[in-house]
């Protein structure tokens, strides 16, 4: 957490009420400080990084502070998007969370027929950082495909020159490693609309399955199921860069 905020400020904007109703919650005596109960005064005073690990609210940890960065197992059949209608990857986090304040967004987005690693964060510059073209991120997905690979993908794939109809620009280099005859990893350092669906049926195949893996060298952990959600740490945050380092 950058800085400091009142504490009724900070645990409004973390989504716990409004200012009004978090005073309450204080008054009630159900935010603690090292097991005491804070008073209506203590509200008024700016909490440090270190004092809001050590906080309770309804004997529960206090909610990750600004600055979080989370990942997510995305399901099947779940949008990457505030607004549209249908289940929302936002609808699988604290439903406090989503009047926090800075709000969190999807590190891009992975379509609603696509399963797998999903960052999520409320700092922009983090986002940006991830996202940006500059940074060559690399994503990492795994295609099962209706037709077999002809042999072929893998260099038009890295040519550098495959242009996706609309756009204005070819692709940049992407690397393909087979699986099995209708099977591959396939890895782009890119974020365009429906892309690595879009590459295949430039080829003439066509994805029936995807499955985001691994974003840098993060790798989806084995034990995080579809649906549930992690904090991540500063180590996992460096792992997103690690293959650009
Ligand atoms: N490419 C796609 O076609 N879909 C995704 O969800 C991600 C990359």
Redesign the pocket.
């Known amino acids: 957490m950058s800085g400091s905020l009142r504490l009724d400020r900070l645990l409004a904007n973390m989504g716990y009420g409004s200012r009004k109703e978090v005073q309450g919650l204080v008054r009630a005596g159900a935010v603690t400080l090292d097991g005491a109960a804070l008073s209506v005064t203590d509200a008024k005073i700016a909490i440090q990084p270190d004092l809001a690990q050590r906080m309770r609210v309804q004997g529960r940890p206090l909610d990750p502070p600004p600055g979080m960065a989370l990942m997510l197992h995305k399901p099947l059949g779940v949008t990457c998007s505030h607004k549209e209608a249908g289940p929302l990857v936002y609808d699988l986090l604290p439903s406090r969370w989503r009047i926090r304040e800075p709000g969190i967004s999807t590190v ?7 399963s797998g690693l999903l960052l999520l964060t409320d700092d922009g510059a983090l986002l940006h950082r991830i996202i940006s073209p500059r940074h060559h991120v690399p ?1 990492r ?1 795994r295609a099962t495909l209706a037709r077999p690979l002809t042999g072929e993908e893998g260099a038009t794939f890295a040519s550098g020159t495959l242009m996706l109809e609309g756009d204005a620009k070819p692709l940049a280099s992407a690397v393909l490693e087979p699986i099995s005859p209708t099977e591959a990893f396939l890895t ?1 350092t890119e ?9 295949f049926a430039a080829l003439g195949n066509h ?1 029936e399955a ?1 499955h ?1 893996d691994r974003i840098g060298a993060l790798d989806l952990p084995e034990d995080l199921a579809p649906g549930e959600h992690r904090l991540m740490t500063p180590a996992d945050v460096a792992a997103v860069f690690g293959a650009d380092q």
């Open positions: 891009g987005r992975l379509d609603k027929e696509t994503k997905y782009v974020g365009r609309y429906h892309m690595v669906r879009r590459m994805v995807l985001r």
